[in-house]
């Protein structure tokens, strides 16, 4: 059971560059939710998606697209690369009990943008 | 919308000592989460509280929910240079986001 893996590990892209996220999860969870860190930061929440086919806004969007084509994968593109999205990106899923059950995270993509 | 408040945002601890680390939730909360994150890192689970009042233990580290259940605190107990890291609490804001607070970043001296 591999849980909720992420690529690449670790990304340079030069400014206005574009570059996919790649998250896949094998546990069925129907949410998945991109994340991001910055340096001594918290999360901010990008993206969500509640199933297959649904994504939604989260706090910080602007620069980024999803989509939700099957329940296992949900990838995060960047259109335009710009230095203020050098973070760290996380991306989550958790069952479809939202207040019962805690959310599994990757191991996180390093993006540097120069 | 709701948000998740943490405090102290760092602390540097002696091995040994006790601290708390405390998260304030704008709104009620249907559900708290208190995650680790080793430096450079994914989140790892630690505890989930969902009933007012509840106080959960694991090893050295405790979390109780208050009974209006806006507030959270965690406690480690006699710290050790293993409890290092960030840790976040976490909520459901409602239709589905799952969302953190600021993080409290923990330093154990040996």
């Known amino acids: 059971n591999a849980g909720v893996t992420q690529t690449p590990k670790f990304r340079i892209l030069k400014i206005g560059q574009s570059m996919t996220l790649q998250c896949t999860q094998d546990?069925?969870?129907?949410?998945m939710y991109w994340y991001r860190q910055d340096p001594g930061m918290g999360l901010k929440l990008i993206y969500y998606s509640v199933g297959a086919g649904i994504t939604d806004k989260g706090e910080v969007p602007n620069g980024y697209n999803v989509s939700r084509s099957t329940t296992e994968d949900f990838p995060l593109r960047l259109e335009l690369a710009a230095p203020s999205q050098t973070s760290v990106y996380f991306c989550a899923s958790s069952y479809s009990n939202p207040t019962g059950t805690e959310a599994f995270f990757g191991q996180g993509t390093r993006l540097t943008v120069v | 919308s709701q948000e998740l408040e943490q405090s102290p945002q760092s602390l540097i601890v002696q091995e040994g000592k006790n601290l708390t680390i405390n998260c304030t939730s704008s709104?009620?909360?249907?559900?708290l989460y208190w995650y680790k994150q080793k430096y450079g890192e994914g989140l790892i689970f630690l505890m989930m509280?969902?009933?007012?009042?509840e106080e959960k233990s694991h090893e050295k580290i405790t979390a109780k929910l208050d009974e209006k259940k806006q507030q959270s605190s965690l406690h480690i107990t006699a710290s050790q240079p293993s409890h290092a890291g960030i840790y976040l609490c976490g909520a459901f804001a409602g239709t589905y986001k799952y969302i953190f607070g600021t993080g409290t970043r923990l330093k154990v001296l040996a």
């Open positions: 546990m069925n969870h129907n949410y």
């Open positions: 709104k009620t909360l249907y559900g």
């Open positions: 509280l969902q009933k007012g009042g």
